[in-house]
């Protein structure tokens, strides 16, 4: 009896367990993400910082501003695309365990 009650309890957990597990991937490759994201603005910062002391006048230096500031912006546009699709994906893992959870019933 405590073994089929425990194999009912460990078979309605499943579904929550799954989605815990699609949520842990979710947020394993968000953080990974905005780690690389945050890599790259520290290097691109540096790399910027070097180019601006070999800038020759004012205009040179603010052209070498708006363009690291649209890099940048590229850069962080993109980190956010990314970000979304991670989340829309595991939106739809979720809705789908969801959808096979209860239409089970």
């Known amino acids: 009896m405590f073994q ?5 309890l460990q078979e309605s957990m499943a579904p929550f ?5 699609i949520q842990q991937e979710m947020l394993e490759r968000i953080t990974r993400q905005q780690i690389e994201c945050t ?4 290097e691109a910062t ?8 070999k800038a020759e006048n004012p205009q040179q230096f603010i052209e070498m501003q708006q363009d690291y500031t649209k890099r940048l912006e590229e850069a962080l546009v993109a ?15 979720v809705q789908e365990l969801t959808a096979a959870s209860l239409g089970g019933k």
């Open 39 to 42: 890599q790259q603005c520290i």
């Open 17 to 21: 367990k799954k989605m815990m597990e």
């Open 4 to 8: 089929d009650m425990n194999q009912l």
């Open 46 to 53: 540096m790399a910027q910082a070097a180019a601006l002391q």
């Open 79 to 93: 980190a956010r695309d990314s970000n979304v699709q991670t989340v829309q994906q595991a939106q739809k893992a």
